[in-house]
T-cell receptor, first 110, second 112 residues
Framework: KNEVEQSPQNLTAQEGEFITINCSYSVGISALHWLQQHPGGGIVSLFM???GKKKHGRLIATINIQEKHSSLHITASHPRDSAVYIC????????????FGQGTRLTINP | DTAVSQTPKYLVTQMGNDKSIKCEQN?????MYWYKQDSKKFLKIMFSYNNKELIINETVPNRFSPKSPDKAHLNLHINSLELGDSAVYFC???????????FGQGTRLTVV
């Protein structure tokens, strides 16, 4: 079983829809990153959170450490949000180490 | 100014060659990483350096050798390249204690 499971693996939606991507992990972590990989390949770190909720523009990330679960929400989705979103929990084993979910490919149609 | 920069962006080379990928960060971070993204787009950590010391060395062939001349640089040297080494390699940095990670733009390595 993978340490990190994301769902769904693929998601297609219409512009304006509310999007939710889920991440569950089985290991103890200190924090969790949400990454966005654009079609061109570049990776951007969207959030790093260790508890509660963070908001940046139309993006919202939540985490429940006890339940080992995090979600990424996109409100009023737009075609430019089309990308792969990757959940990456931060494990502390002497030093920090990121493990990665398999990614969720999001396509927003106009 | 680019926070984490990798060079080259593209690298095409023949089997058996030795090549290096350079990474530099100007963020003052004390931890740097190398990740490999395979053809299925799955990311895996290869190495982690903290203050120039190797912290994490995942199951990676010893043909791969990271070198950190200072905190701001973590270069990846690959000997005797094989076809299976073809992938996109990402460098990243963060501050120990847990902070947002910053990624380089990636280096697409193609071994022919």
């Amino acid at each position: 079983k993978n340490e990190v499971e994301q769902s769904p693996q693929n998601l297609t939606a219409q512009e304006g829809e509310f999007i939710t991507i889920n991440c569950s992990y089985s290991v103890g972590i200190s924090a969790l990153h949400w990454l966005q990989q654009h079609p061109g390949g570049g990776i951007v770190s969207l959030f790093m959170l260790s508890s509660g909720k963070k908001k940046h523009g139309r993006l919202i990330a939540t985490i429940n450490i006890q339940e080992k679960h995090s979600s990424l929400h996109i409100t009023a989705s737009h075609p430019r949000d089309s990308a792969v979103y990757i959940c990456a929990p931060l494990i502390i084993q002497g030093a920090q180490k990121l493990v990665f979910g398999q990614g969720t490919r999001l396509t927003i149609n106009p | 100014d680019t926070a984490v920069s990798q060079t080259p962006k593209y690298l095409v080379t023949q089997m058996g060659n030795d090549k290096s990928i350079k990474c530099e960060q100007n963020l003052g971070h004390d931890t740097m990483y190398w990740y490999k993204q395979d053809s299925k787009k799955f990311l895996k950590i290869m190495f982690s350096y903290n203050n120039k010391e190797l912290i994490i060395n995942e199951t990676v062939p010893n043909r791969f050798s990271p070198k950190s001349p200072d905190k701001a640089h973590l270069n990846l040297h690959i000997n005797s390249l094989e076809l299976g080494d073809s992938a996109v390699y990402f460098c990243a940095s963060s501050q120990e204690g847990g902070s947002r990670a910053f990624f380089g733009q990636g280096t697409r390595l193609t071994v022919v």
